[in-house]
């Protein structure tokens, strides 16, 4: 376990359904991000928050909607997805951005989803 | 701005050989260096880091990396591979200060691939 825990490790679903992804850290980290990974592409972030505050948004589809209610939690709630967002999807936390990034990103093992 | 280019999408390897992943960067400003290590249907795990001092670093698993500031450039190497390590690295940088710092930026990777 990395301190970074991500619920669930694998999700199926219709075009659709509705669901949400969980991540969870007790890092003391108050920087979260969302990474999509697709086979054979680069990482591609998503979102990233920064004490609760969402500080970027790389022009993601509005079928993803990240929320992070607190700096330990954070979900992405996804709706109408297509195929093509079959993906690993990771989350991330470090110390805040602006800080001094001394430890890195602590990743989750990701949650791996696959649009029917 | 900040950019990492890992020079090689794969690389296959036998057993018990010796392997580098190059990896070389570009900034404007003093830098933090990673490795993260992701195998199959996980999360990226850190490997090792250059944050000042000694240009050699060790890390986790026999790994070691050289920093090069004149020719930008982090090099990952190990003196023997064993099968175990078959896995996706990547290259990461992020600036010490400013507003970008904190900010991790990621290579598009590296697929290793030790045969027996």
């Known amino acids: 376990e990395t301190g970074v825990t991500q619920t669930p490790r694998h999700l199926v679903m219709g075009m659709t359904n509705k669901k949400s992804l969980k991540c969870e850290q007790h890092l003391g980290h108050n920087a979260m991000y969302w990474y999509k990974q697709s086979a054979k592409k680069p990482l591609e972030l998503m979102f990233v928050y920064n004490f609760k505050e969402q500080t970027e948004n790389n022009s993601v589809p509005s079928r993803f909607s990240p929320e992070c209610p607190n700096s330990s939690h954070l979900f992405l709630h996804l709706h109408t997805l297509q195929p093509e967002d079959s993906a690993l999807y990771l989350c991330a936390s470090s110390q805040a951005r602006g800080a001094d990034l001394n430890y890195g990103y602590t990743f989750g093992s990701g949650t791996r989803l696959t649009v029917v | 701005a900040q950019s990492v280019t890992q020079l090689d999408s794969q690389v296959p390897v036998f057993e018990e050989a010796p392997v580098e992943l190059r990896c070389n960067y570009s900034s404007s400003v003093s830098v933090y260096l990673f490795w993260y290590v992701q195998y199959p249907n996980q999360g990226l795990q850190l490997l090792l880091k250059y944050l000042s001092g000694s240009t050699l670093v060790k890390g986790i698993n026999g790994f070691e990396a050289e920093f090069n500031k004149s020719q930008t450039s982090f090099h990952l190497r190990k003196p023997s591979v064993h099968i175990s390590d078959t896995a996706e690295y990547f290259c990461?940088?992020?600036?010490?200060?400013?507003?970008?710092?904190?900010?991790?930026?990621f290579g598009q990777g590296t697929e290793l691939s030790v045969k027996p």
């Open positions: 990461a940088v992020s600036d010490k200060y400013g507003d970008q710092g904190g900010k991790l930026i």
